[in-house]
């Protein structure tokens, strides 16, 4: 079973890559280089996540995948824009990402910015343009996405992210920090899909439980992998933390409590969905899948 689950997340993140490269194209313009850019970060690797969540939460909602695909995409976009913007000297200072030059050292500082921001723009154009479900649901979906990227989510997470460099903080203020800067979008992406496609709302508090302990999980599997990891197969220097001066759960609680707190996340996680037909079913080895990444 859990092999068929695999190969559904695979052909999941497999349509999600192949919507990406047909809505984001190279054109034939003066400001080419722009989109080269953008193709470059947004197609250079990656697990597509959200984007499978994104389709999930259509799923569970009772849509199809093609009306989700709008929005999965656009979420893959603004985590794409997340990245660029995070690798930049102002910011993290990453050469290398998934195992390759990061956007400002294939192209340039400004080019990397700017290709951050027509991504931003453009998952929100792209929403508008190509949405396949009622209005009032696109909106609703919109106003999920753009939270969980604003101020009250991603970036409102980095900023704490970024205040806390050479600072040793606690436990409380990290859990918060990782809710914004990594959950925030991956709760999104879940919620998203699900308010899409029309929800029933009984179900919506028990998955944004799940996807908030998904995130923390997968927050704290990045933290262990960043000392443990195999740098081949994460495509980035390990360490990287530690050279930026950030707290992390490992350095909080430890490379072993740090496993044992990824395991109990993912299991609170699965069980809060298991018995919800097939797509709770998948989500609940989503869970577990994750807490057991190498990547």
């Not at 299991?267 to 079913?281: H, I, P, Q, T, Y």
């Amino acid at each position: 079973m859990k092999e068929d689950f695999l190969q559904v997340f695979k052909e999941r993140a497999g349509t999600v890559e192949t919507a990406l490269d047909g809505f984001v194209k190279v054109k034939d313009n003066y400001q080419s280089k722009i989109y080269e850019a953008m193709r470059y970060s947004l197609l250079g690797g990656g697990k597509r996540l959200r984007g499978v969540l994104c389709i999930c939460g259509a799923r569970m909602a009772g849509g199809k995948q093609e009306e989700a695909l709008p929005f999965a995409c656009a979420i893959e976009m603004i985590h794409a824009y997340s990245l660029i913007h995070d690798d930049l000297p102002a910011m993290d200072n990453d050469d290398i990402r998934r195992g390759k030059p990061t956007c400002h050292k294939a192209f340039d500082e400004a080019t990397a910015i700017l290709a951050g921001d027509a991504l931003l723009n453009g998952a929100f154009e792209l929403i508008m343009n190509e949405s396949r479900v009622s209005a009032s649901n696109t909106l609703a979906a919109m106003k999920i996405i753009a939270g969980g990227a604003g101020t009250e989510g991603m970036i409102g997470g980095q900023v704490m992210d970024i205040d806390a460099e050479h600072t040793q903080i606690g436990s409380e203020r990290l859990r918060q920090l990782h809710k914004l800067k990594t959950g925030a979008l991956i709760s999104a992406a879940l919620m998203s899909g699900y308010s899409a496609c029309g929800g029933d709302v009984k179900n919506e508090e028990t998955l944004r439980e799940y996807a908030e302990k998904i995130g923390l999980a997968f927050q704290v599997v990045d933290d262990i992998l960043d000392v443990q990891g195999d740098e081949k197969t994460l495509g980035k220097p390990l360490k990287s933390d530690e050279k930026n001066g950030k707290s992390t759960f490992v350095t909080l609680n430890g490379v072993e409590k740090s496993k044992m707190l990824a395991r109990t996340l993912s299991g609170e996680a699965a069980s809060l969905v298991k018995d919800m037909g097939e797509e709770g079913a998948f989500l609940a080895w989503l869970a577990e899948y994750l807490s057991d990444r190498k990547f």
